[in-house]
Every structure is written in C-alpha cells, then in structure tokens.
C-alpha cells in the first residue's frame, strides 16, 4: 500500500471492513471529525449547481448524496449493502422533495461502467484515500466528466509529514478509541481509517496528479479545522 496503490489482498480486506461500518458510519464520522463533516459536505453541495447531472464515487450508505437536490444523481460504490442501505435512504429523500429516483451502480472507480462525458459533476466524498488505484480512479472520473465538468473530492487532510503525524495520532487514539467503544471490540473496523490515513498523500502531491491525468485547473487546500481537504478540478473544454 502506498499514496497511489493498494493491493489486491489489503484492497479486499478493506471492502469488508467498510462493509462491517455499516451500523456506525456515520455516528463514528461525526465523533471523528467533531461533527465538522457534516458542515464540509453541505460545502461540497453548495458548489454542484442547480439540474446538473451527478455522479458520487464511493457513495457508501448514502450520507452525502440524500440532500443532493434538484440534481439528477448516480451512486457508483463497489459495495452491494452499501448500494442498497444508500438506494432506500436517497430514494426515500427523494421521493419525499418529489424528486426522480436516484440510480445505483455497482462498480469501482478505476472501472466506472458508464459512458463517456455523462456527468456535469462528479463527487467523491471520503473514499478518494480507498481506491486501489488512485490515478486510474482520476482517468477513469475525467473520462466521465462532461467538457467542463468539475470533480469535487473531500478527504483525510495531510498538508505535510508533522500534519500527517498529528492526524495520525488523532486517528489512532481519539477515533480508535471510540470506536472500540462503540464497536465493543478492540480488532474494529475503523482501524483501516488509520492504515488508509498512513499512506494517503499530500494535498501537492494529489494536485499534481490531477494535472497529469488532465484535469486543468486544479485547486486543493484543507478545510478548518485542517482535518480535511477539498479538491476542486475541472475538464477543460
């Protein structure tokens, strides 16, 4: 595992432990974060314009794209039970703003099975640091985009080796913590919130790599209270 790949073996692995977060998701997110993810999605939404057309990679159980709206809204994960705990929590959202269905789609990112140039926006919402390939990920995510599209990512801030340590740190005693709480096991799933963190890059080393596959122009920088950053790239036309 390094900031661009994750093994086969380690990549399985950690399908199932996000699969097994499943019951706690979101409540460990907002301990983890002081409940300030809530406030950087609601950031990510502002920036998606009214009728676009939107993909989210890594939708998970549905926590950000729910309160997508006025949008029409695909949610890629590899996961089935992610799939389907998000399918009945963003259509029942949906339905009652009396709003179109959301479609699910059961895929990577490194292999969308969409087409070309069908999405104004896509997303991706704390599960960028989770693809086994994260430069096949962003191709894969631009060849999607429209000419013009945007791609919104929001992620694990690290500005640098002593800010990646104290996230580290954070990580490991803070959120381990109450996860082994919460889980009511010491060998709990959120450990891989740590290894994923570890080996996650910097926001200059992603910026880059945005560029290198294409996207132009590229903006990257952490979120208050630094525990998180935002991409912001674009298709050129």
Sequence with gaps: ?????????????????????????????????????????????ELIPTNSSVLEIGC??????????????????????ML??????INKARSERGENEAI??????????????????????FSFRDFQDKRKGLQEMLRVLKPGGQLLICDAGKANFLHG???????????????RLICKQ??????WLTKTYVHFGTTRKYKKMMREVGFFPVKGRLLFPGMAVRFIAVKPE
């Excluded at 977060?21 to 907002?30: K, L």
């Design 1 to 45: 595992m390094d900031s661009e790949h994750i093994g086969d073996s380690e990549w399985s692995e950690l399908q199932a432990n996000l699969e097994a977060t499943i019951p706690v998701y979101d409540r460990i997110n907002r301990f983890a974060t002081l409940g300030q993810d809530q406030r950087w999605r609601k950031g990510i939404r």
């Design 60 to 81: 998970g159980p549905g926590t950000f794209s729910e309160r997508i709206v006025g949008c029409e809204v695909t949610c890629l994960d590899p996961i089935p039970a």
């Design 84 to 89: 389907e705990v998000a399918r009945t929590r």
């Design 104 to 125: 699910f789609v059961e895929g990577t990112a490194e292999e969308i099975p969409l087409a070309n140039c069908s999405f104004d926006v896509v997303c991706c919402l």
């Design 165 to 179: 340590w104290l996230g580290w740190l954070w990580m490991k005693l803070w959120v381990g913590s109450y996860a």
């Design 186 to 191: 010491s060998d709990h799933p959120w450990k």
